[in-house]
């Protein structure tokens, strides 16, 4: 199951994909987690999608990680007479809360709390931003709009508002049954939607309570006005391209993009670049040359991992979209440069102990010409500290606890192996040598460099480092 790439892939699965057969080969070629979105399909479809996951997991012997994507709040407008009107650049239009369908000058905006937070001048974009209106006057029963991109405008459109707080809980009433869903089910990755303050992260975390790791989907641009906490508070970032370029001008997409990547690179947290990779295989089996160079730029800018959404969920080809997405990934990272620009954005190590041992692992494995990077951990934050480094050799992440496995699924270069926990030093190398062999990362005389805390099974306390050639121990 070793992969020959470090990068991984996220791949959401949909009615395309759900049997166990598709999923058996979407991992074969290349998925890594699989992503169930909460905003389609029912609860009895999500719970035979998980069960046929974890029924390849144990077919193939291998962590597969599986991550719940939350709807969040959907703020829509309500219905038309007509189905449709046609708005005029300039005109003015009225949203308010009568329930009574639509007519050309008004319709129903069931949301109070947009009435709370808008004031003259502010915009509201419908349709994902094919029309623009601004306010004019918030009567806060009602509000008075100049039209100003027109086109037509149909029943139950999206509404986005750019610029302003929303008093809006990340979480809904569907949300909160649908997290509880997921955590009975066993999910390892909840990705919360509508993050808009450090508030929202905390509020999830107190309900999850460390029984799955949280991601923070980042789609609303005043979330990167408190990135850094969002960060620290998140097990794991999501960039929602899609979204953001809604609420947003597409031309500050890539370098918010870039933003977000090295911020997560600099405190060590996983982060996923989505929507719209390889869009065009929805329909055709082949990207176009700007999809490819699209993932390509996200791998070269040291990316956890890149994510499929209805390219494998409902799309015509979803194996060869996964395929395709292998294929790019590994093609990058085999091109000198890619090496040369992971190394130019690497961080500086904190001042901690554990943050000492990494950074001399990554030195040591590279003076060495080291096979592999074996970790020991509980939580995964030895492994994840490794993975920090972005070091020249591949990481073994070798855990008692299958959860933490999985997890580690998400994250740069990692091989997650769940096995039993060691009990001395001894036992230590021993079993480092024999999985890395084992699982084809090391031949017998290669070296590899182990980290790991003592006492064994202690989370957070990576103080050990030891060198170790296979068939041989090296004191």
Not at 12 to 34: C, N, V, Y
Not at 130 to 143: I, R
Request: aromatic share 6%; charged share 25%; hydrophobic share 40%.
């Amino acid at each position: 199951m070793r992969r020959r790439r470090l990068a991984k892939i996220v791949a959401t699965l949909g009615p395309s994909s759900r049997d166990p057969e598709t999923i058996e080969q979407l991992f074969l070629s290349g998925a890594d987690t699989f992503r169930l979105n909460f905003s389609h399909g029912s609860h009895e479809d999500h719970q035979l999608t998980f069960e046929h996951i974890r029924q390849v997991e144990a077919k193939l012997n291998h962590p597969i990680g599986i991550m719940v994507d939350l709807q969040g709040p959907k703020l829509r407008i309500g219905s038309f007479q007509n189905d449709k009107i046609f708005l005029q650049t300039g005109q003015e239009f009225v949203f308010d809360q009568d329930l009574t369908l639509g007519t050309q000058e008004r319709v129903c905006l069931p949301h109070p709390e947009i009435y709370s937070a808008l004031k003259m001048g502010d915009s509201i974009l419908l349709d994902d931003g094919l029309l623009k209106m601004e306010v004019l006057q918030n009567n806060h029963t009602n509000l008075i709009m100049k039209v100003i991109m027109g086109g037509w405008l149909s029943n139950r459109k999206g509404v986005n508002i750019p610029g302003s707080l929303l008093p809006l809980s990340a979480l809904t009433a569907k949300d909160r049954v649908d997290l509880e869903f997921g955590l009975k089910l066993g999910a390892d990755w909840i990705a919360l939607s509508f993050v808009q303050k450090p508030e929202d992260i905390e509020e999830i975390k107190s309900i999850v309570n460390n029984q799955a790791g949280i991601i923070a989907k980042l789609e609303k641009p005043l979330a990167i006005e408190h990135l850094e906490s969002i960060i620290a508070l998140s097990d794991a970032l999501m960039v929602a391209r899609g979204d953001l370029g809604v609420e947003m001008p597409p031309e500050d997409v890539p370098t918010l993009q870039k933003r977000i990547i090295r911020a997560c690179l600099r405190i060590g947290k996983p982060v996923i670049i989505a929507t719209q990779m390889l869009d065009s295989m929805v329909r055709s089996p082949t990207p176009t040359r700007a999809e490819a160079s699209d993932v390509a730029t996200a791998v070269y800018d040291g990316v956890d991992a890149v994510m499929l959404s209805a390219e494998s969920a409902s799309g015509a080809y979803p194996v060869e979209a996964v395929k395709m997405m292998d294929r790019i990934i590994r093609r990058v990272e085999q091109d000198p440069f890619y090496r040369q620009e992971i190394d130019a954005h690497r961080y500086e190590s904190g001042e901690t102990t554990p943050d000492a041992i990494t950074s001399a692992a990554r030195h040591i494995t590279q003076t060495i010409r080291a096979s592999a990077i074996v970790t020991f951990t509980s939580s995964g934050s030895t492994t994840l500290s490794a993975a920090r480094e972005r070091p020249w050799s591949p990481i073994l992440g070798i855990t008692p606890f299958v959860h933490t496995a999985r997890k580690l699924t998400l994250t740069w270069g990692v091989h997650p192996i769940f096995n039993q926990d060691i009990q001395d030093i001894t036992d230590m190398v021993s079993t480092a040598t024999r999985l890395a062999k084992e699982h084809g990362f090391s031949e017998v005389q290669d070296r590899i460099v182990i980290t790991a805390g003592i006492p064994f099974g202690t989370p957070g306390k990576t103080n050990l480092l030891r060198i170790a050639r296979v068939g041989i121990e090296v004191t």
